[in-house]
């Protein structure tokens, strides 16, 4: 196999220098709300699903977080009040995760912050179409290095969505197939 060329090699080292700093330069743009980018990310996936509750497993799946990570993260937003934990009413096994009022409010409150930073550091410099570049080339590689569809990406880019499942979930805090 053929060595990559040096576009190619140009091309990735970008992509990693973007991997690394995004979440860094988001956190701090997320500090003065008290949050980290990452728990905006959990606080936006519970404000999309239905009645604010996702078992905790759907919410590893929705923000490609290990289990262990997502149980340090939503402990801490426990301690914040914008989460709580709660037994599964259809299976006693799962446990849910639960916006709270607080949540919610932290939520809204942050997502100006996160919209205009998103803008200003990565659609701002992408010029007329950039998003739609920028959604396809992205797409392009997560379907090679998501073929499962675990984090799938709806074909209108509304949100990440776990795969679709055959069934209709056994509990209501499984996001519903679409």
Known sequence: ????????????ARLRALLE??????????????????????????????????????????????????????????????????????????TNALLTPAGERAYEASRPRHDEAVRRMIFDGLGDGGAERLSEISYAILDKLDPDRRLAVTADGCAADPAPADDPPACAADPAPR
Do not use: W, Y
């Not at 196999?1 to 990735?12: F, G, K, N, S, Y």
């Not at 519970?46 to 919410?59: C, I, K, M, P, V």
């Open 1 to 12: 196999m053929p060595e990559l060329q040096q576009d190619e090699r140009v091309a990735i």
């Open 21 to 94: 700093l995004l979440p860094t330069a988001l956190d701090r743009e997320l500090a003065a709300e008290g949050i980290t980018s990452f728990e905006f990310t959990l606080l936006e996936a519970l404000h999309e699903a239905d009645a604010g509750r996702l078992r905790l497993s759907a919410l590893a799946a929705r923000t490609n977080a290990t289990l262990p990570r997502l149980s340090r993260v939503v402990t801490s937003l426990e301690r914040k009040g914008l989460v709580l934990r709660a037994a599964c009413e259809e299976d006693g096994r799962a």
